[in-house]
């Protein structure tokens, strides 16, 4: 794989990797059905692969189980409850649904609405759609110096991964500051 190409990787995934947006987001309450469709309709791209799950029934009754949502009134889900899904499907391929409750018990305690969150999330995943692709300009600048592109490819996964790691360790740490 060649640079250019791998550029076209990253246009495809920034591309594809927009936000569902909080005024997408139906006012109306939905049932599981109408939810699962909706959910997997909006963040299909997300997927690695077509016959990937984006949420299943059993993921959201059990979330709602585990006091991560708010169970549904009778049987359907408002605004709030699948903003806060959908930020679930986000968060959890980072931090465990621990970290993602106590995320979300602080915004509780601290009485910062879903809305808030969710935009900020928007704006933050906008942006880094914009900078990614420099950051991985960055990130090949490095690996090219002493390789060819022969390991151009594993060398930038090793960078992303290790860039992903920091990320992670970050946040784990400050929702541990959160939880005190």
């Known amino acids: 794989m060649n640079k250019s190409e791998l550029f076209d990787f990253i246009n495809d995934i920034t591309s594809k990797m927009s936000v569902v947006e909080y005024n997408q987001i139906p006012e109306i309450d939905l049932y599981m059905d109408q939810l699962t469709t909706f959910i997997d309709e909006k963040l299909k791209d997300c997927k690695r692969n077509k016959s990937d799950k984006i949420l299943t029934k059993t993921m959201i009754n059990n979330y709602a189980k585990d006091n991560l949502l708010p169970p549904p009134e009778k049987k359907k889900y408002n605004k709030e409850q699948i903003a806060l899904l959908i930020l679930i499907y986000h968060l959890k391929s980072e931090i465990t649904i621990g970290d993602i409750s106590a995320v979300f018990d602080y915004m ?50 090793i960078a992303l991964i290790v860039e992903a790691n920091s990320r992670r360790m970050l946040a784990e740490r400050l929702i541990d500051t959160l939880k005190n």
């Open 108 to 157: 509780e305690t601290e009485k910062i609405s879903v809305e808030t969150v969710y935009r900020a999330f928007e704006t933050i995943t906008e942006r880094e759609n914009r900078e990614f692709p420099d950051a991985v300009e960055k990130i090949l600048e490095e690996a090219e110096k002493p390789h060819k592109d022969k390991t151009l490819v594993l060398l930038t996964i």
